[in-house]
């Protein structure tokens, strides 16, 4: 059962400015929280130091700000946690579970295994197995592996339905940390989003299939599951999906050609969450949000 008041989370990585569809999730992901009373956590996702910078992540304050969507408090960006990573980390390690990887990418991309629905490769296990004396002779600085039980996980999402998926079979072992010693998004967003008692995930589909991973360490962690929410994707009239090439789905576009309430309204109206495109701020909208409303398929904005 889910507390009656959920926690609920933007976290967005700071690359570049916010995107429509962006803005989408983070819409639903607000009124999910404000029409439950419930508290809004920001989160600055800036694991990848190279794409990420904090102009970029002032600059999405600002346009949360534009947009009325307010958050109740910011939890410290990821680049400053690595020592909690580690701890996670450590556990897992104790547990072991956790193993070397040597293959290079080269490797990986040439393994004939099945493809994963985010279309990344299912990890045949080639590192499992390798003795101390193999990997002893491996010059290399390995990443890390989290070994997955052969299992199915399950999420029921309220927009999506039931997603389920087998570890072992549709993910395989999956990398926690990298060789030049960084954690990856997996374990990150598990940590953060449970040291922050996180009830309430809602974020873009292209996620969905990472939810069983993070389910898996939550277990691990000792972290109780979220509830989750995968909004569709928005995207052009050819069914590609809009991304950040696309400049007039950007906030710095969109901000000098229409007014947050329109841009709001517009959302809203594909969503399904109001009958007509009217402009309408998102503190109007919340007594209007019901899950059974929001679409589970693309949205064509245009
Ligand atoms: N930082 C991710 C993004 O900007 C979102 C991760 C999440 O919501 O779990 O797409």
Redesign the pocket.
């Known amino acids: 059962m889910q507390d009656k008041k959920p926690v609920g989370r933007f976290?967005?990585?700071p690359s570049g400015r916010m995107h429509l569809g962006?803005v989408f999730a983070a819409l639903v992901a607000w009124l999910a929280v404000r029409s439950q009373d419930g508290t809004m956590v920001l989160r600055m996702?800036d694991l990848d130091r190279q794409r990420t910078k904090a102009e970029y992540a002032e600059v999405l304050r600002n346009d949360l700000q534009w947009l009325g969507l307010t958050y109740d408090l910011e939890t410290p960006p990821q680049s400053t946690r690595s020592t909690i990573y580690e701890q996670y980390f450590d556990l897992l390690r104790e547990k072991e579970l956790l193993y070397p990887c040597y293959c290079t990418r080269a490797q990986l991309h040439s393994v004939n295994a099945p493809h994963q629905s985010d279309g990344t490769y299912v990890y045949p296990g080639t590192c499992r197995h390798l003795t101390a004396a193999q990997q002893q002779a491996m010059d290399k600085v390995p990443s890390w592996r989290l070994q997955v039980p052969d299992r199915d996980y399950t999420v029921t999402d309220r927009i999506q339905g039931i997603y389920r998926e087998n570890l072992l079979y549709d993910c395989g072992d999956f990398l926690v940390r990298r060789a030049d010693g960084a954690f990856v998004y997996q374990l990150a967003?598990t940590v953060d989003d449970g040291l922050s008692g996180v009830t309430q995930?809602v974020?873009?589909v292209d996620?969905l299939s990472s939810s069983p991973r993070q389910m898996y360490l939550q277990e691990l962690f000792g972290f109780p599951s979220p509830e989750y929410a995968h909004v569709p994707l928005l995207v052009a009239p050819d069914g590609r999906r809009l991304s950040k090439r696309d400049q007039d789905m950007d906030l710095g576009y969109l901000r000098q050609h229409c007014t947050a309430p329109e841009l709001l309204g517009k959302l809203a109206f594909h969503a399904g969450i109001i009958d007509h495109p009217e402009a309408v701020s998102a503190a109007e909208l919340i007594s209007e949000f019901s899950w059974k409303k929001i679409r589970k398929d693309n949205i064509c904005l245009k």
Request: no cysteine.
């Open positions: 976290a967005p990585t962006n996702e967003v995930v974020r873009g996620l």
